[in-house]
């Protein structure tokens, strides 16, 4: 069966920047009505004078369940959703404040859940949700314990919604060392030598674009086989020491 573009609404949560905003610009480009969401009006406005004016966007904070609830409650219809918004918060678990690392549990688990949980209702048979977790949940950092729990929970959360949810279908992408303003956050002063290294060490001896986890999205929402599974894509970090 075709996969009509045109036809298609695709919501995409953390939208405005980094791989929400190249799977919006791809999708976009191809015809599908496009919606996408995040906390900042400004970067909202950004992302709409990028991509184009068809382009519909909503202030969603994913760790408020009334206001992600809103959100959906105003769609008529979903047929794919990616979430790619997460707070990364990383520190010694025996230095960092408890409050501080809870975070990014609720952010990345709860506003996953909270998504799926109004999506759902909003879909069709064909419809299709996709998660985010990462590398970090498979390759131990110090520092990232929390980090690493929020995403395993997302992938066993997966595999639990592909079930309950069927047909439509659930899976999670694990995105490797992309080059996004996150980096920033996590290497700090040390970004360039860490993607020098990751450029030099990786199999594919370059470093991860947010276009190339664009591609895998929009191969999860068009593959109608496909559910329950997390795709690694990660140029091949998890072969690496």
């Given at each position: ?231 690694s894509v990660d140029g091949g970090l998890?072969?690496?020491?």
């Amino acid at each position: 069966m075709d996969f009509l573009w045109q036809e298609k609404v695709i919501v995409i949560i953390g939208g405005t920047s980094g791989i929400g905003f190249a799977t919006a610009q791809a999708a976009y480009a191809k015809g599908a009505h496009v919606v996408i969401a995040g906390r900042s009006v400004s970067k909202l406005a950004e992302a709409r004078k990028a991509i184009g004016h068809r382009l519909q966007t909503f202030m969603v904070q994913m760790t408020d369940e009334s206001s992600v609830q809103n959100m959906f409650a105003q769609l008529e219809h979903v047929d794919h959703l990616l979430i790619s918004a997460a707070d990364v918060v990383m520190g010694p678990i025996l230095e960092t404040d408890s409050d501080v690392l809870k975070i990014a549990m609720e952010s990345r688990f709860w506003g996953s859940y909270y998504a799926a949980k109004y999506a759902a209702p909003k879909m069709n048979e064909n419809g299709s949700i996709t998660f985010m977790s990462g590398t970090s949940t498979w390759k131990p950092t110090s520092g990232g314990a929390v980090a690493a729990a929020s995403g395993a929970a997302v992938e066993a959360m997966c595999r639990s919604l592909a079930v309950e949810l069927s047909p439509i279908r659930v899976n999670t992408i694990s995105a490797g060392a992309v080059n996004t303003p996150l980096l920033d956050f996590i290497f700090g002063e040390k970004r360039d030598q860490m993607v020098e290294h990751l450029e030099k060490t990786l199999p594919v001896k370059r470093m991860g674009q947010p276009e190339d986890i664009a591609d895998a999205a929009l191969y999860l929402m068009q593959n109608r086989y496909t559910t329950g599974t997390v795709l690694s894509v990660d140029g091949g970090l998890l072969l690496i020491e």
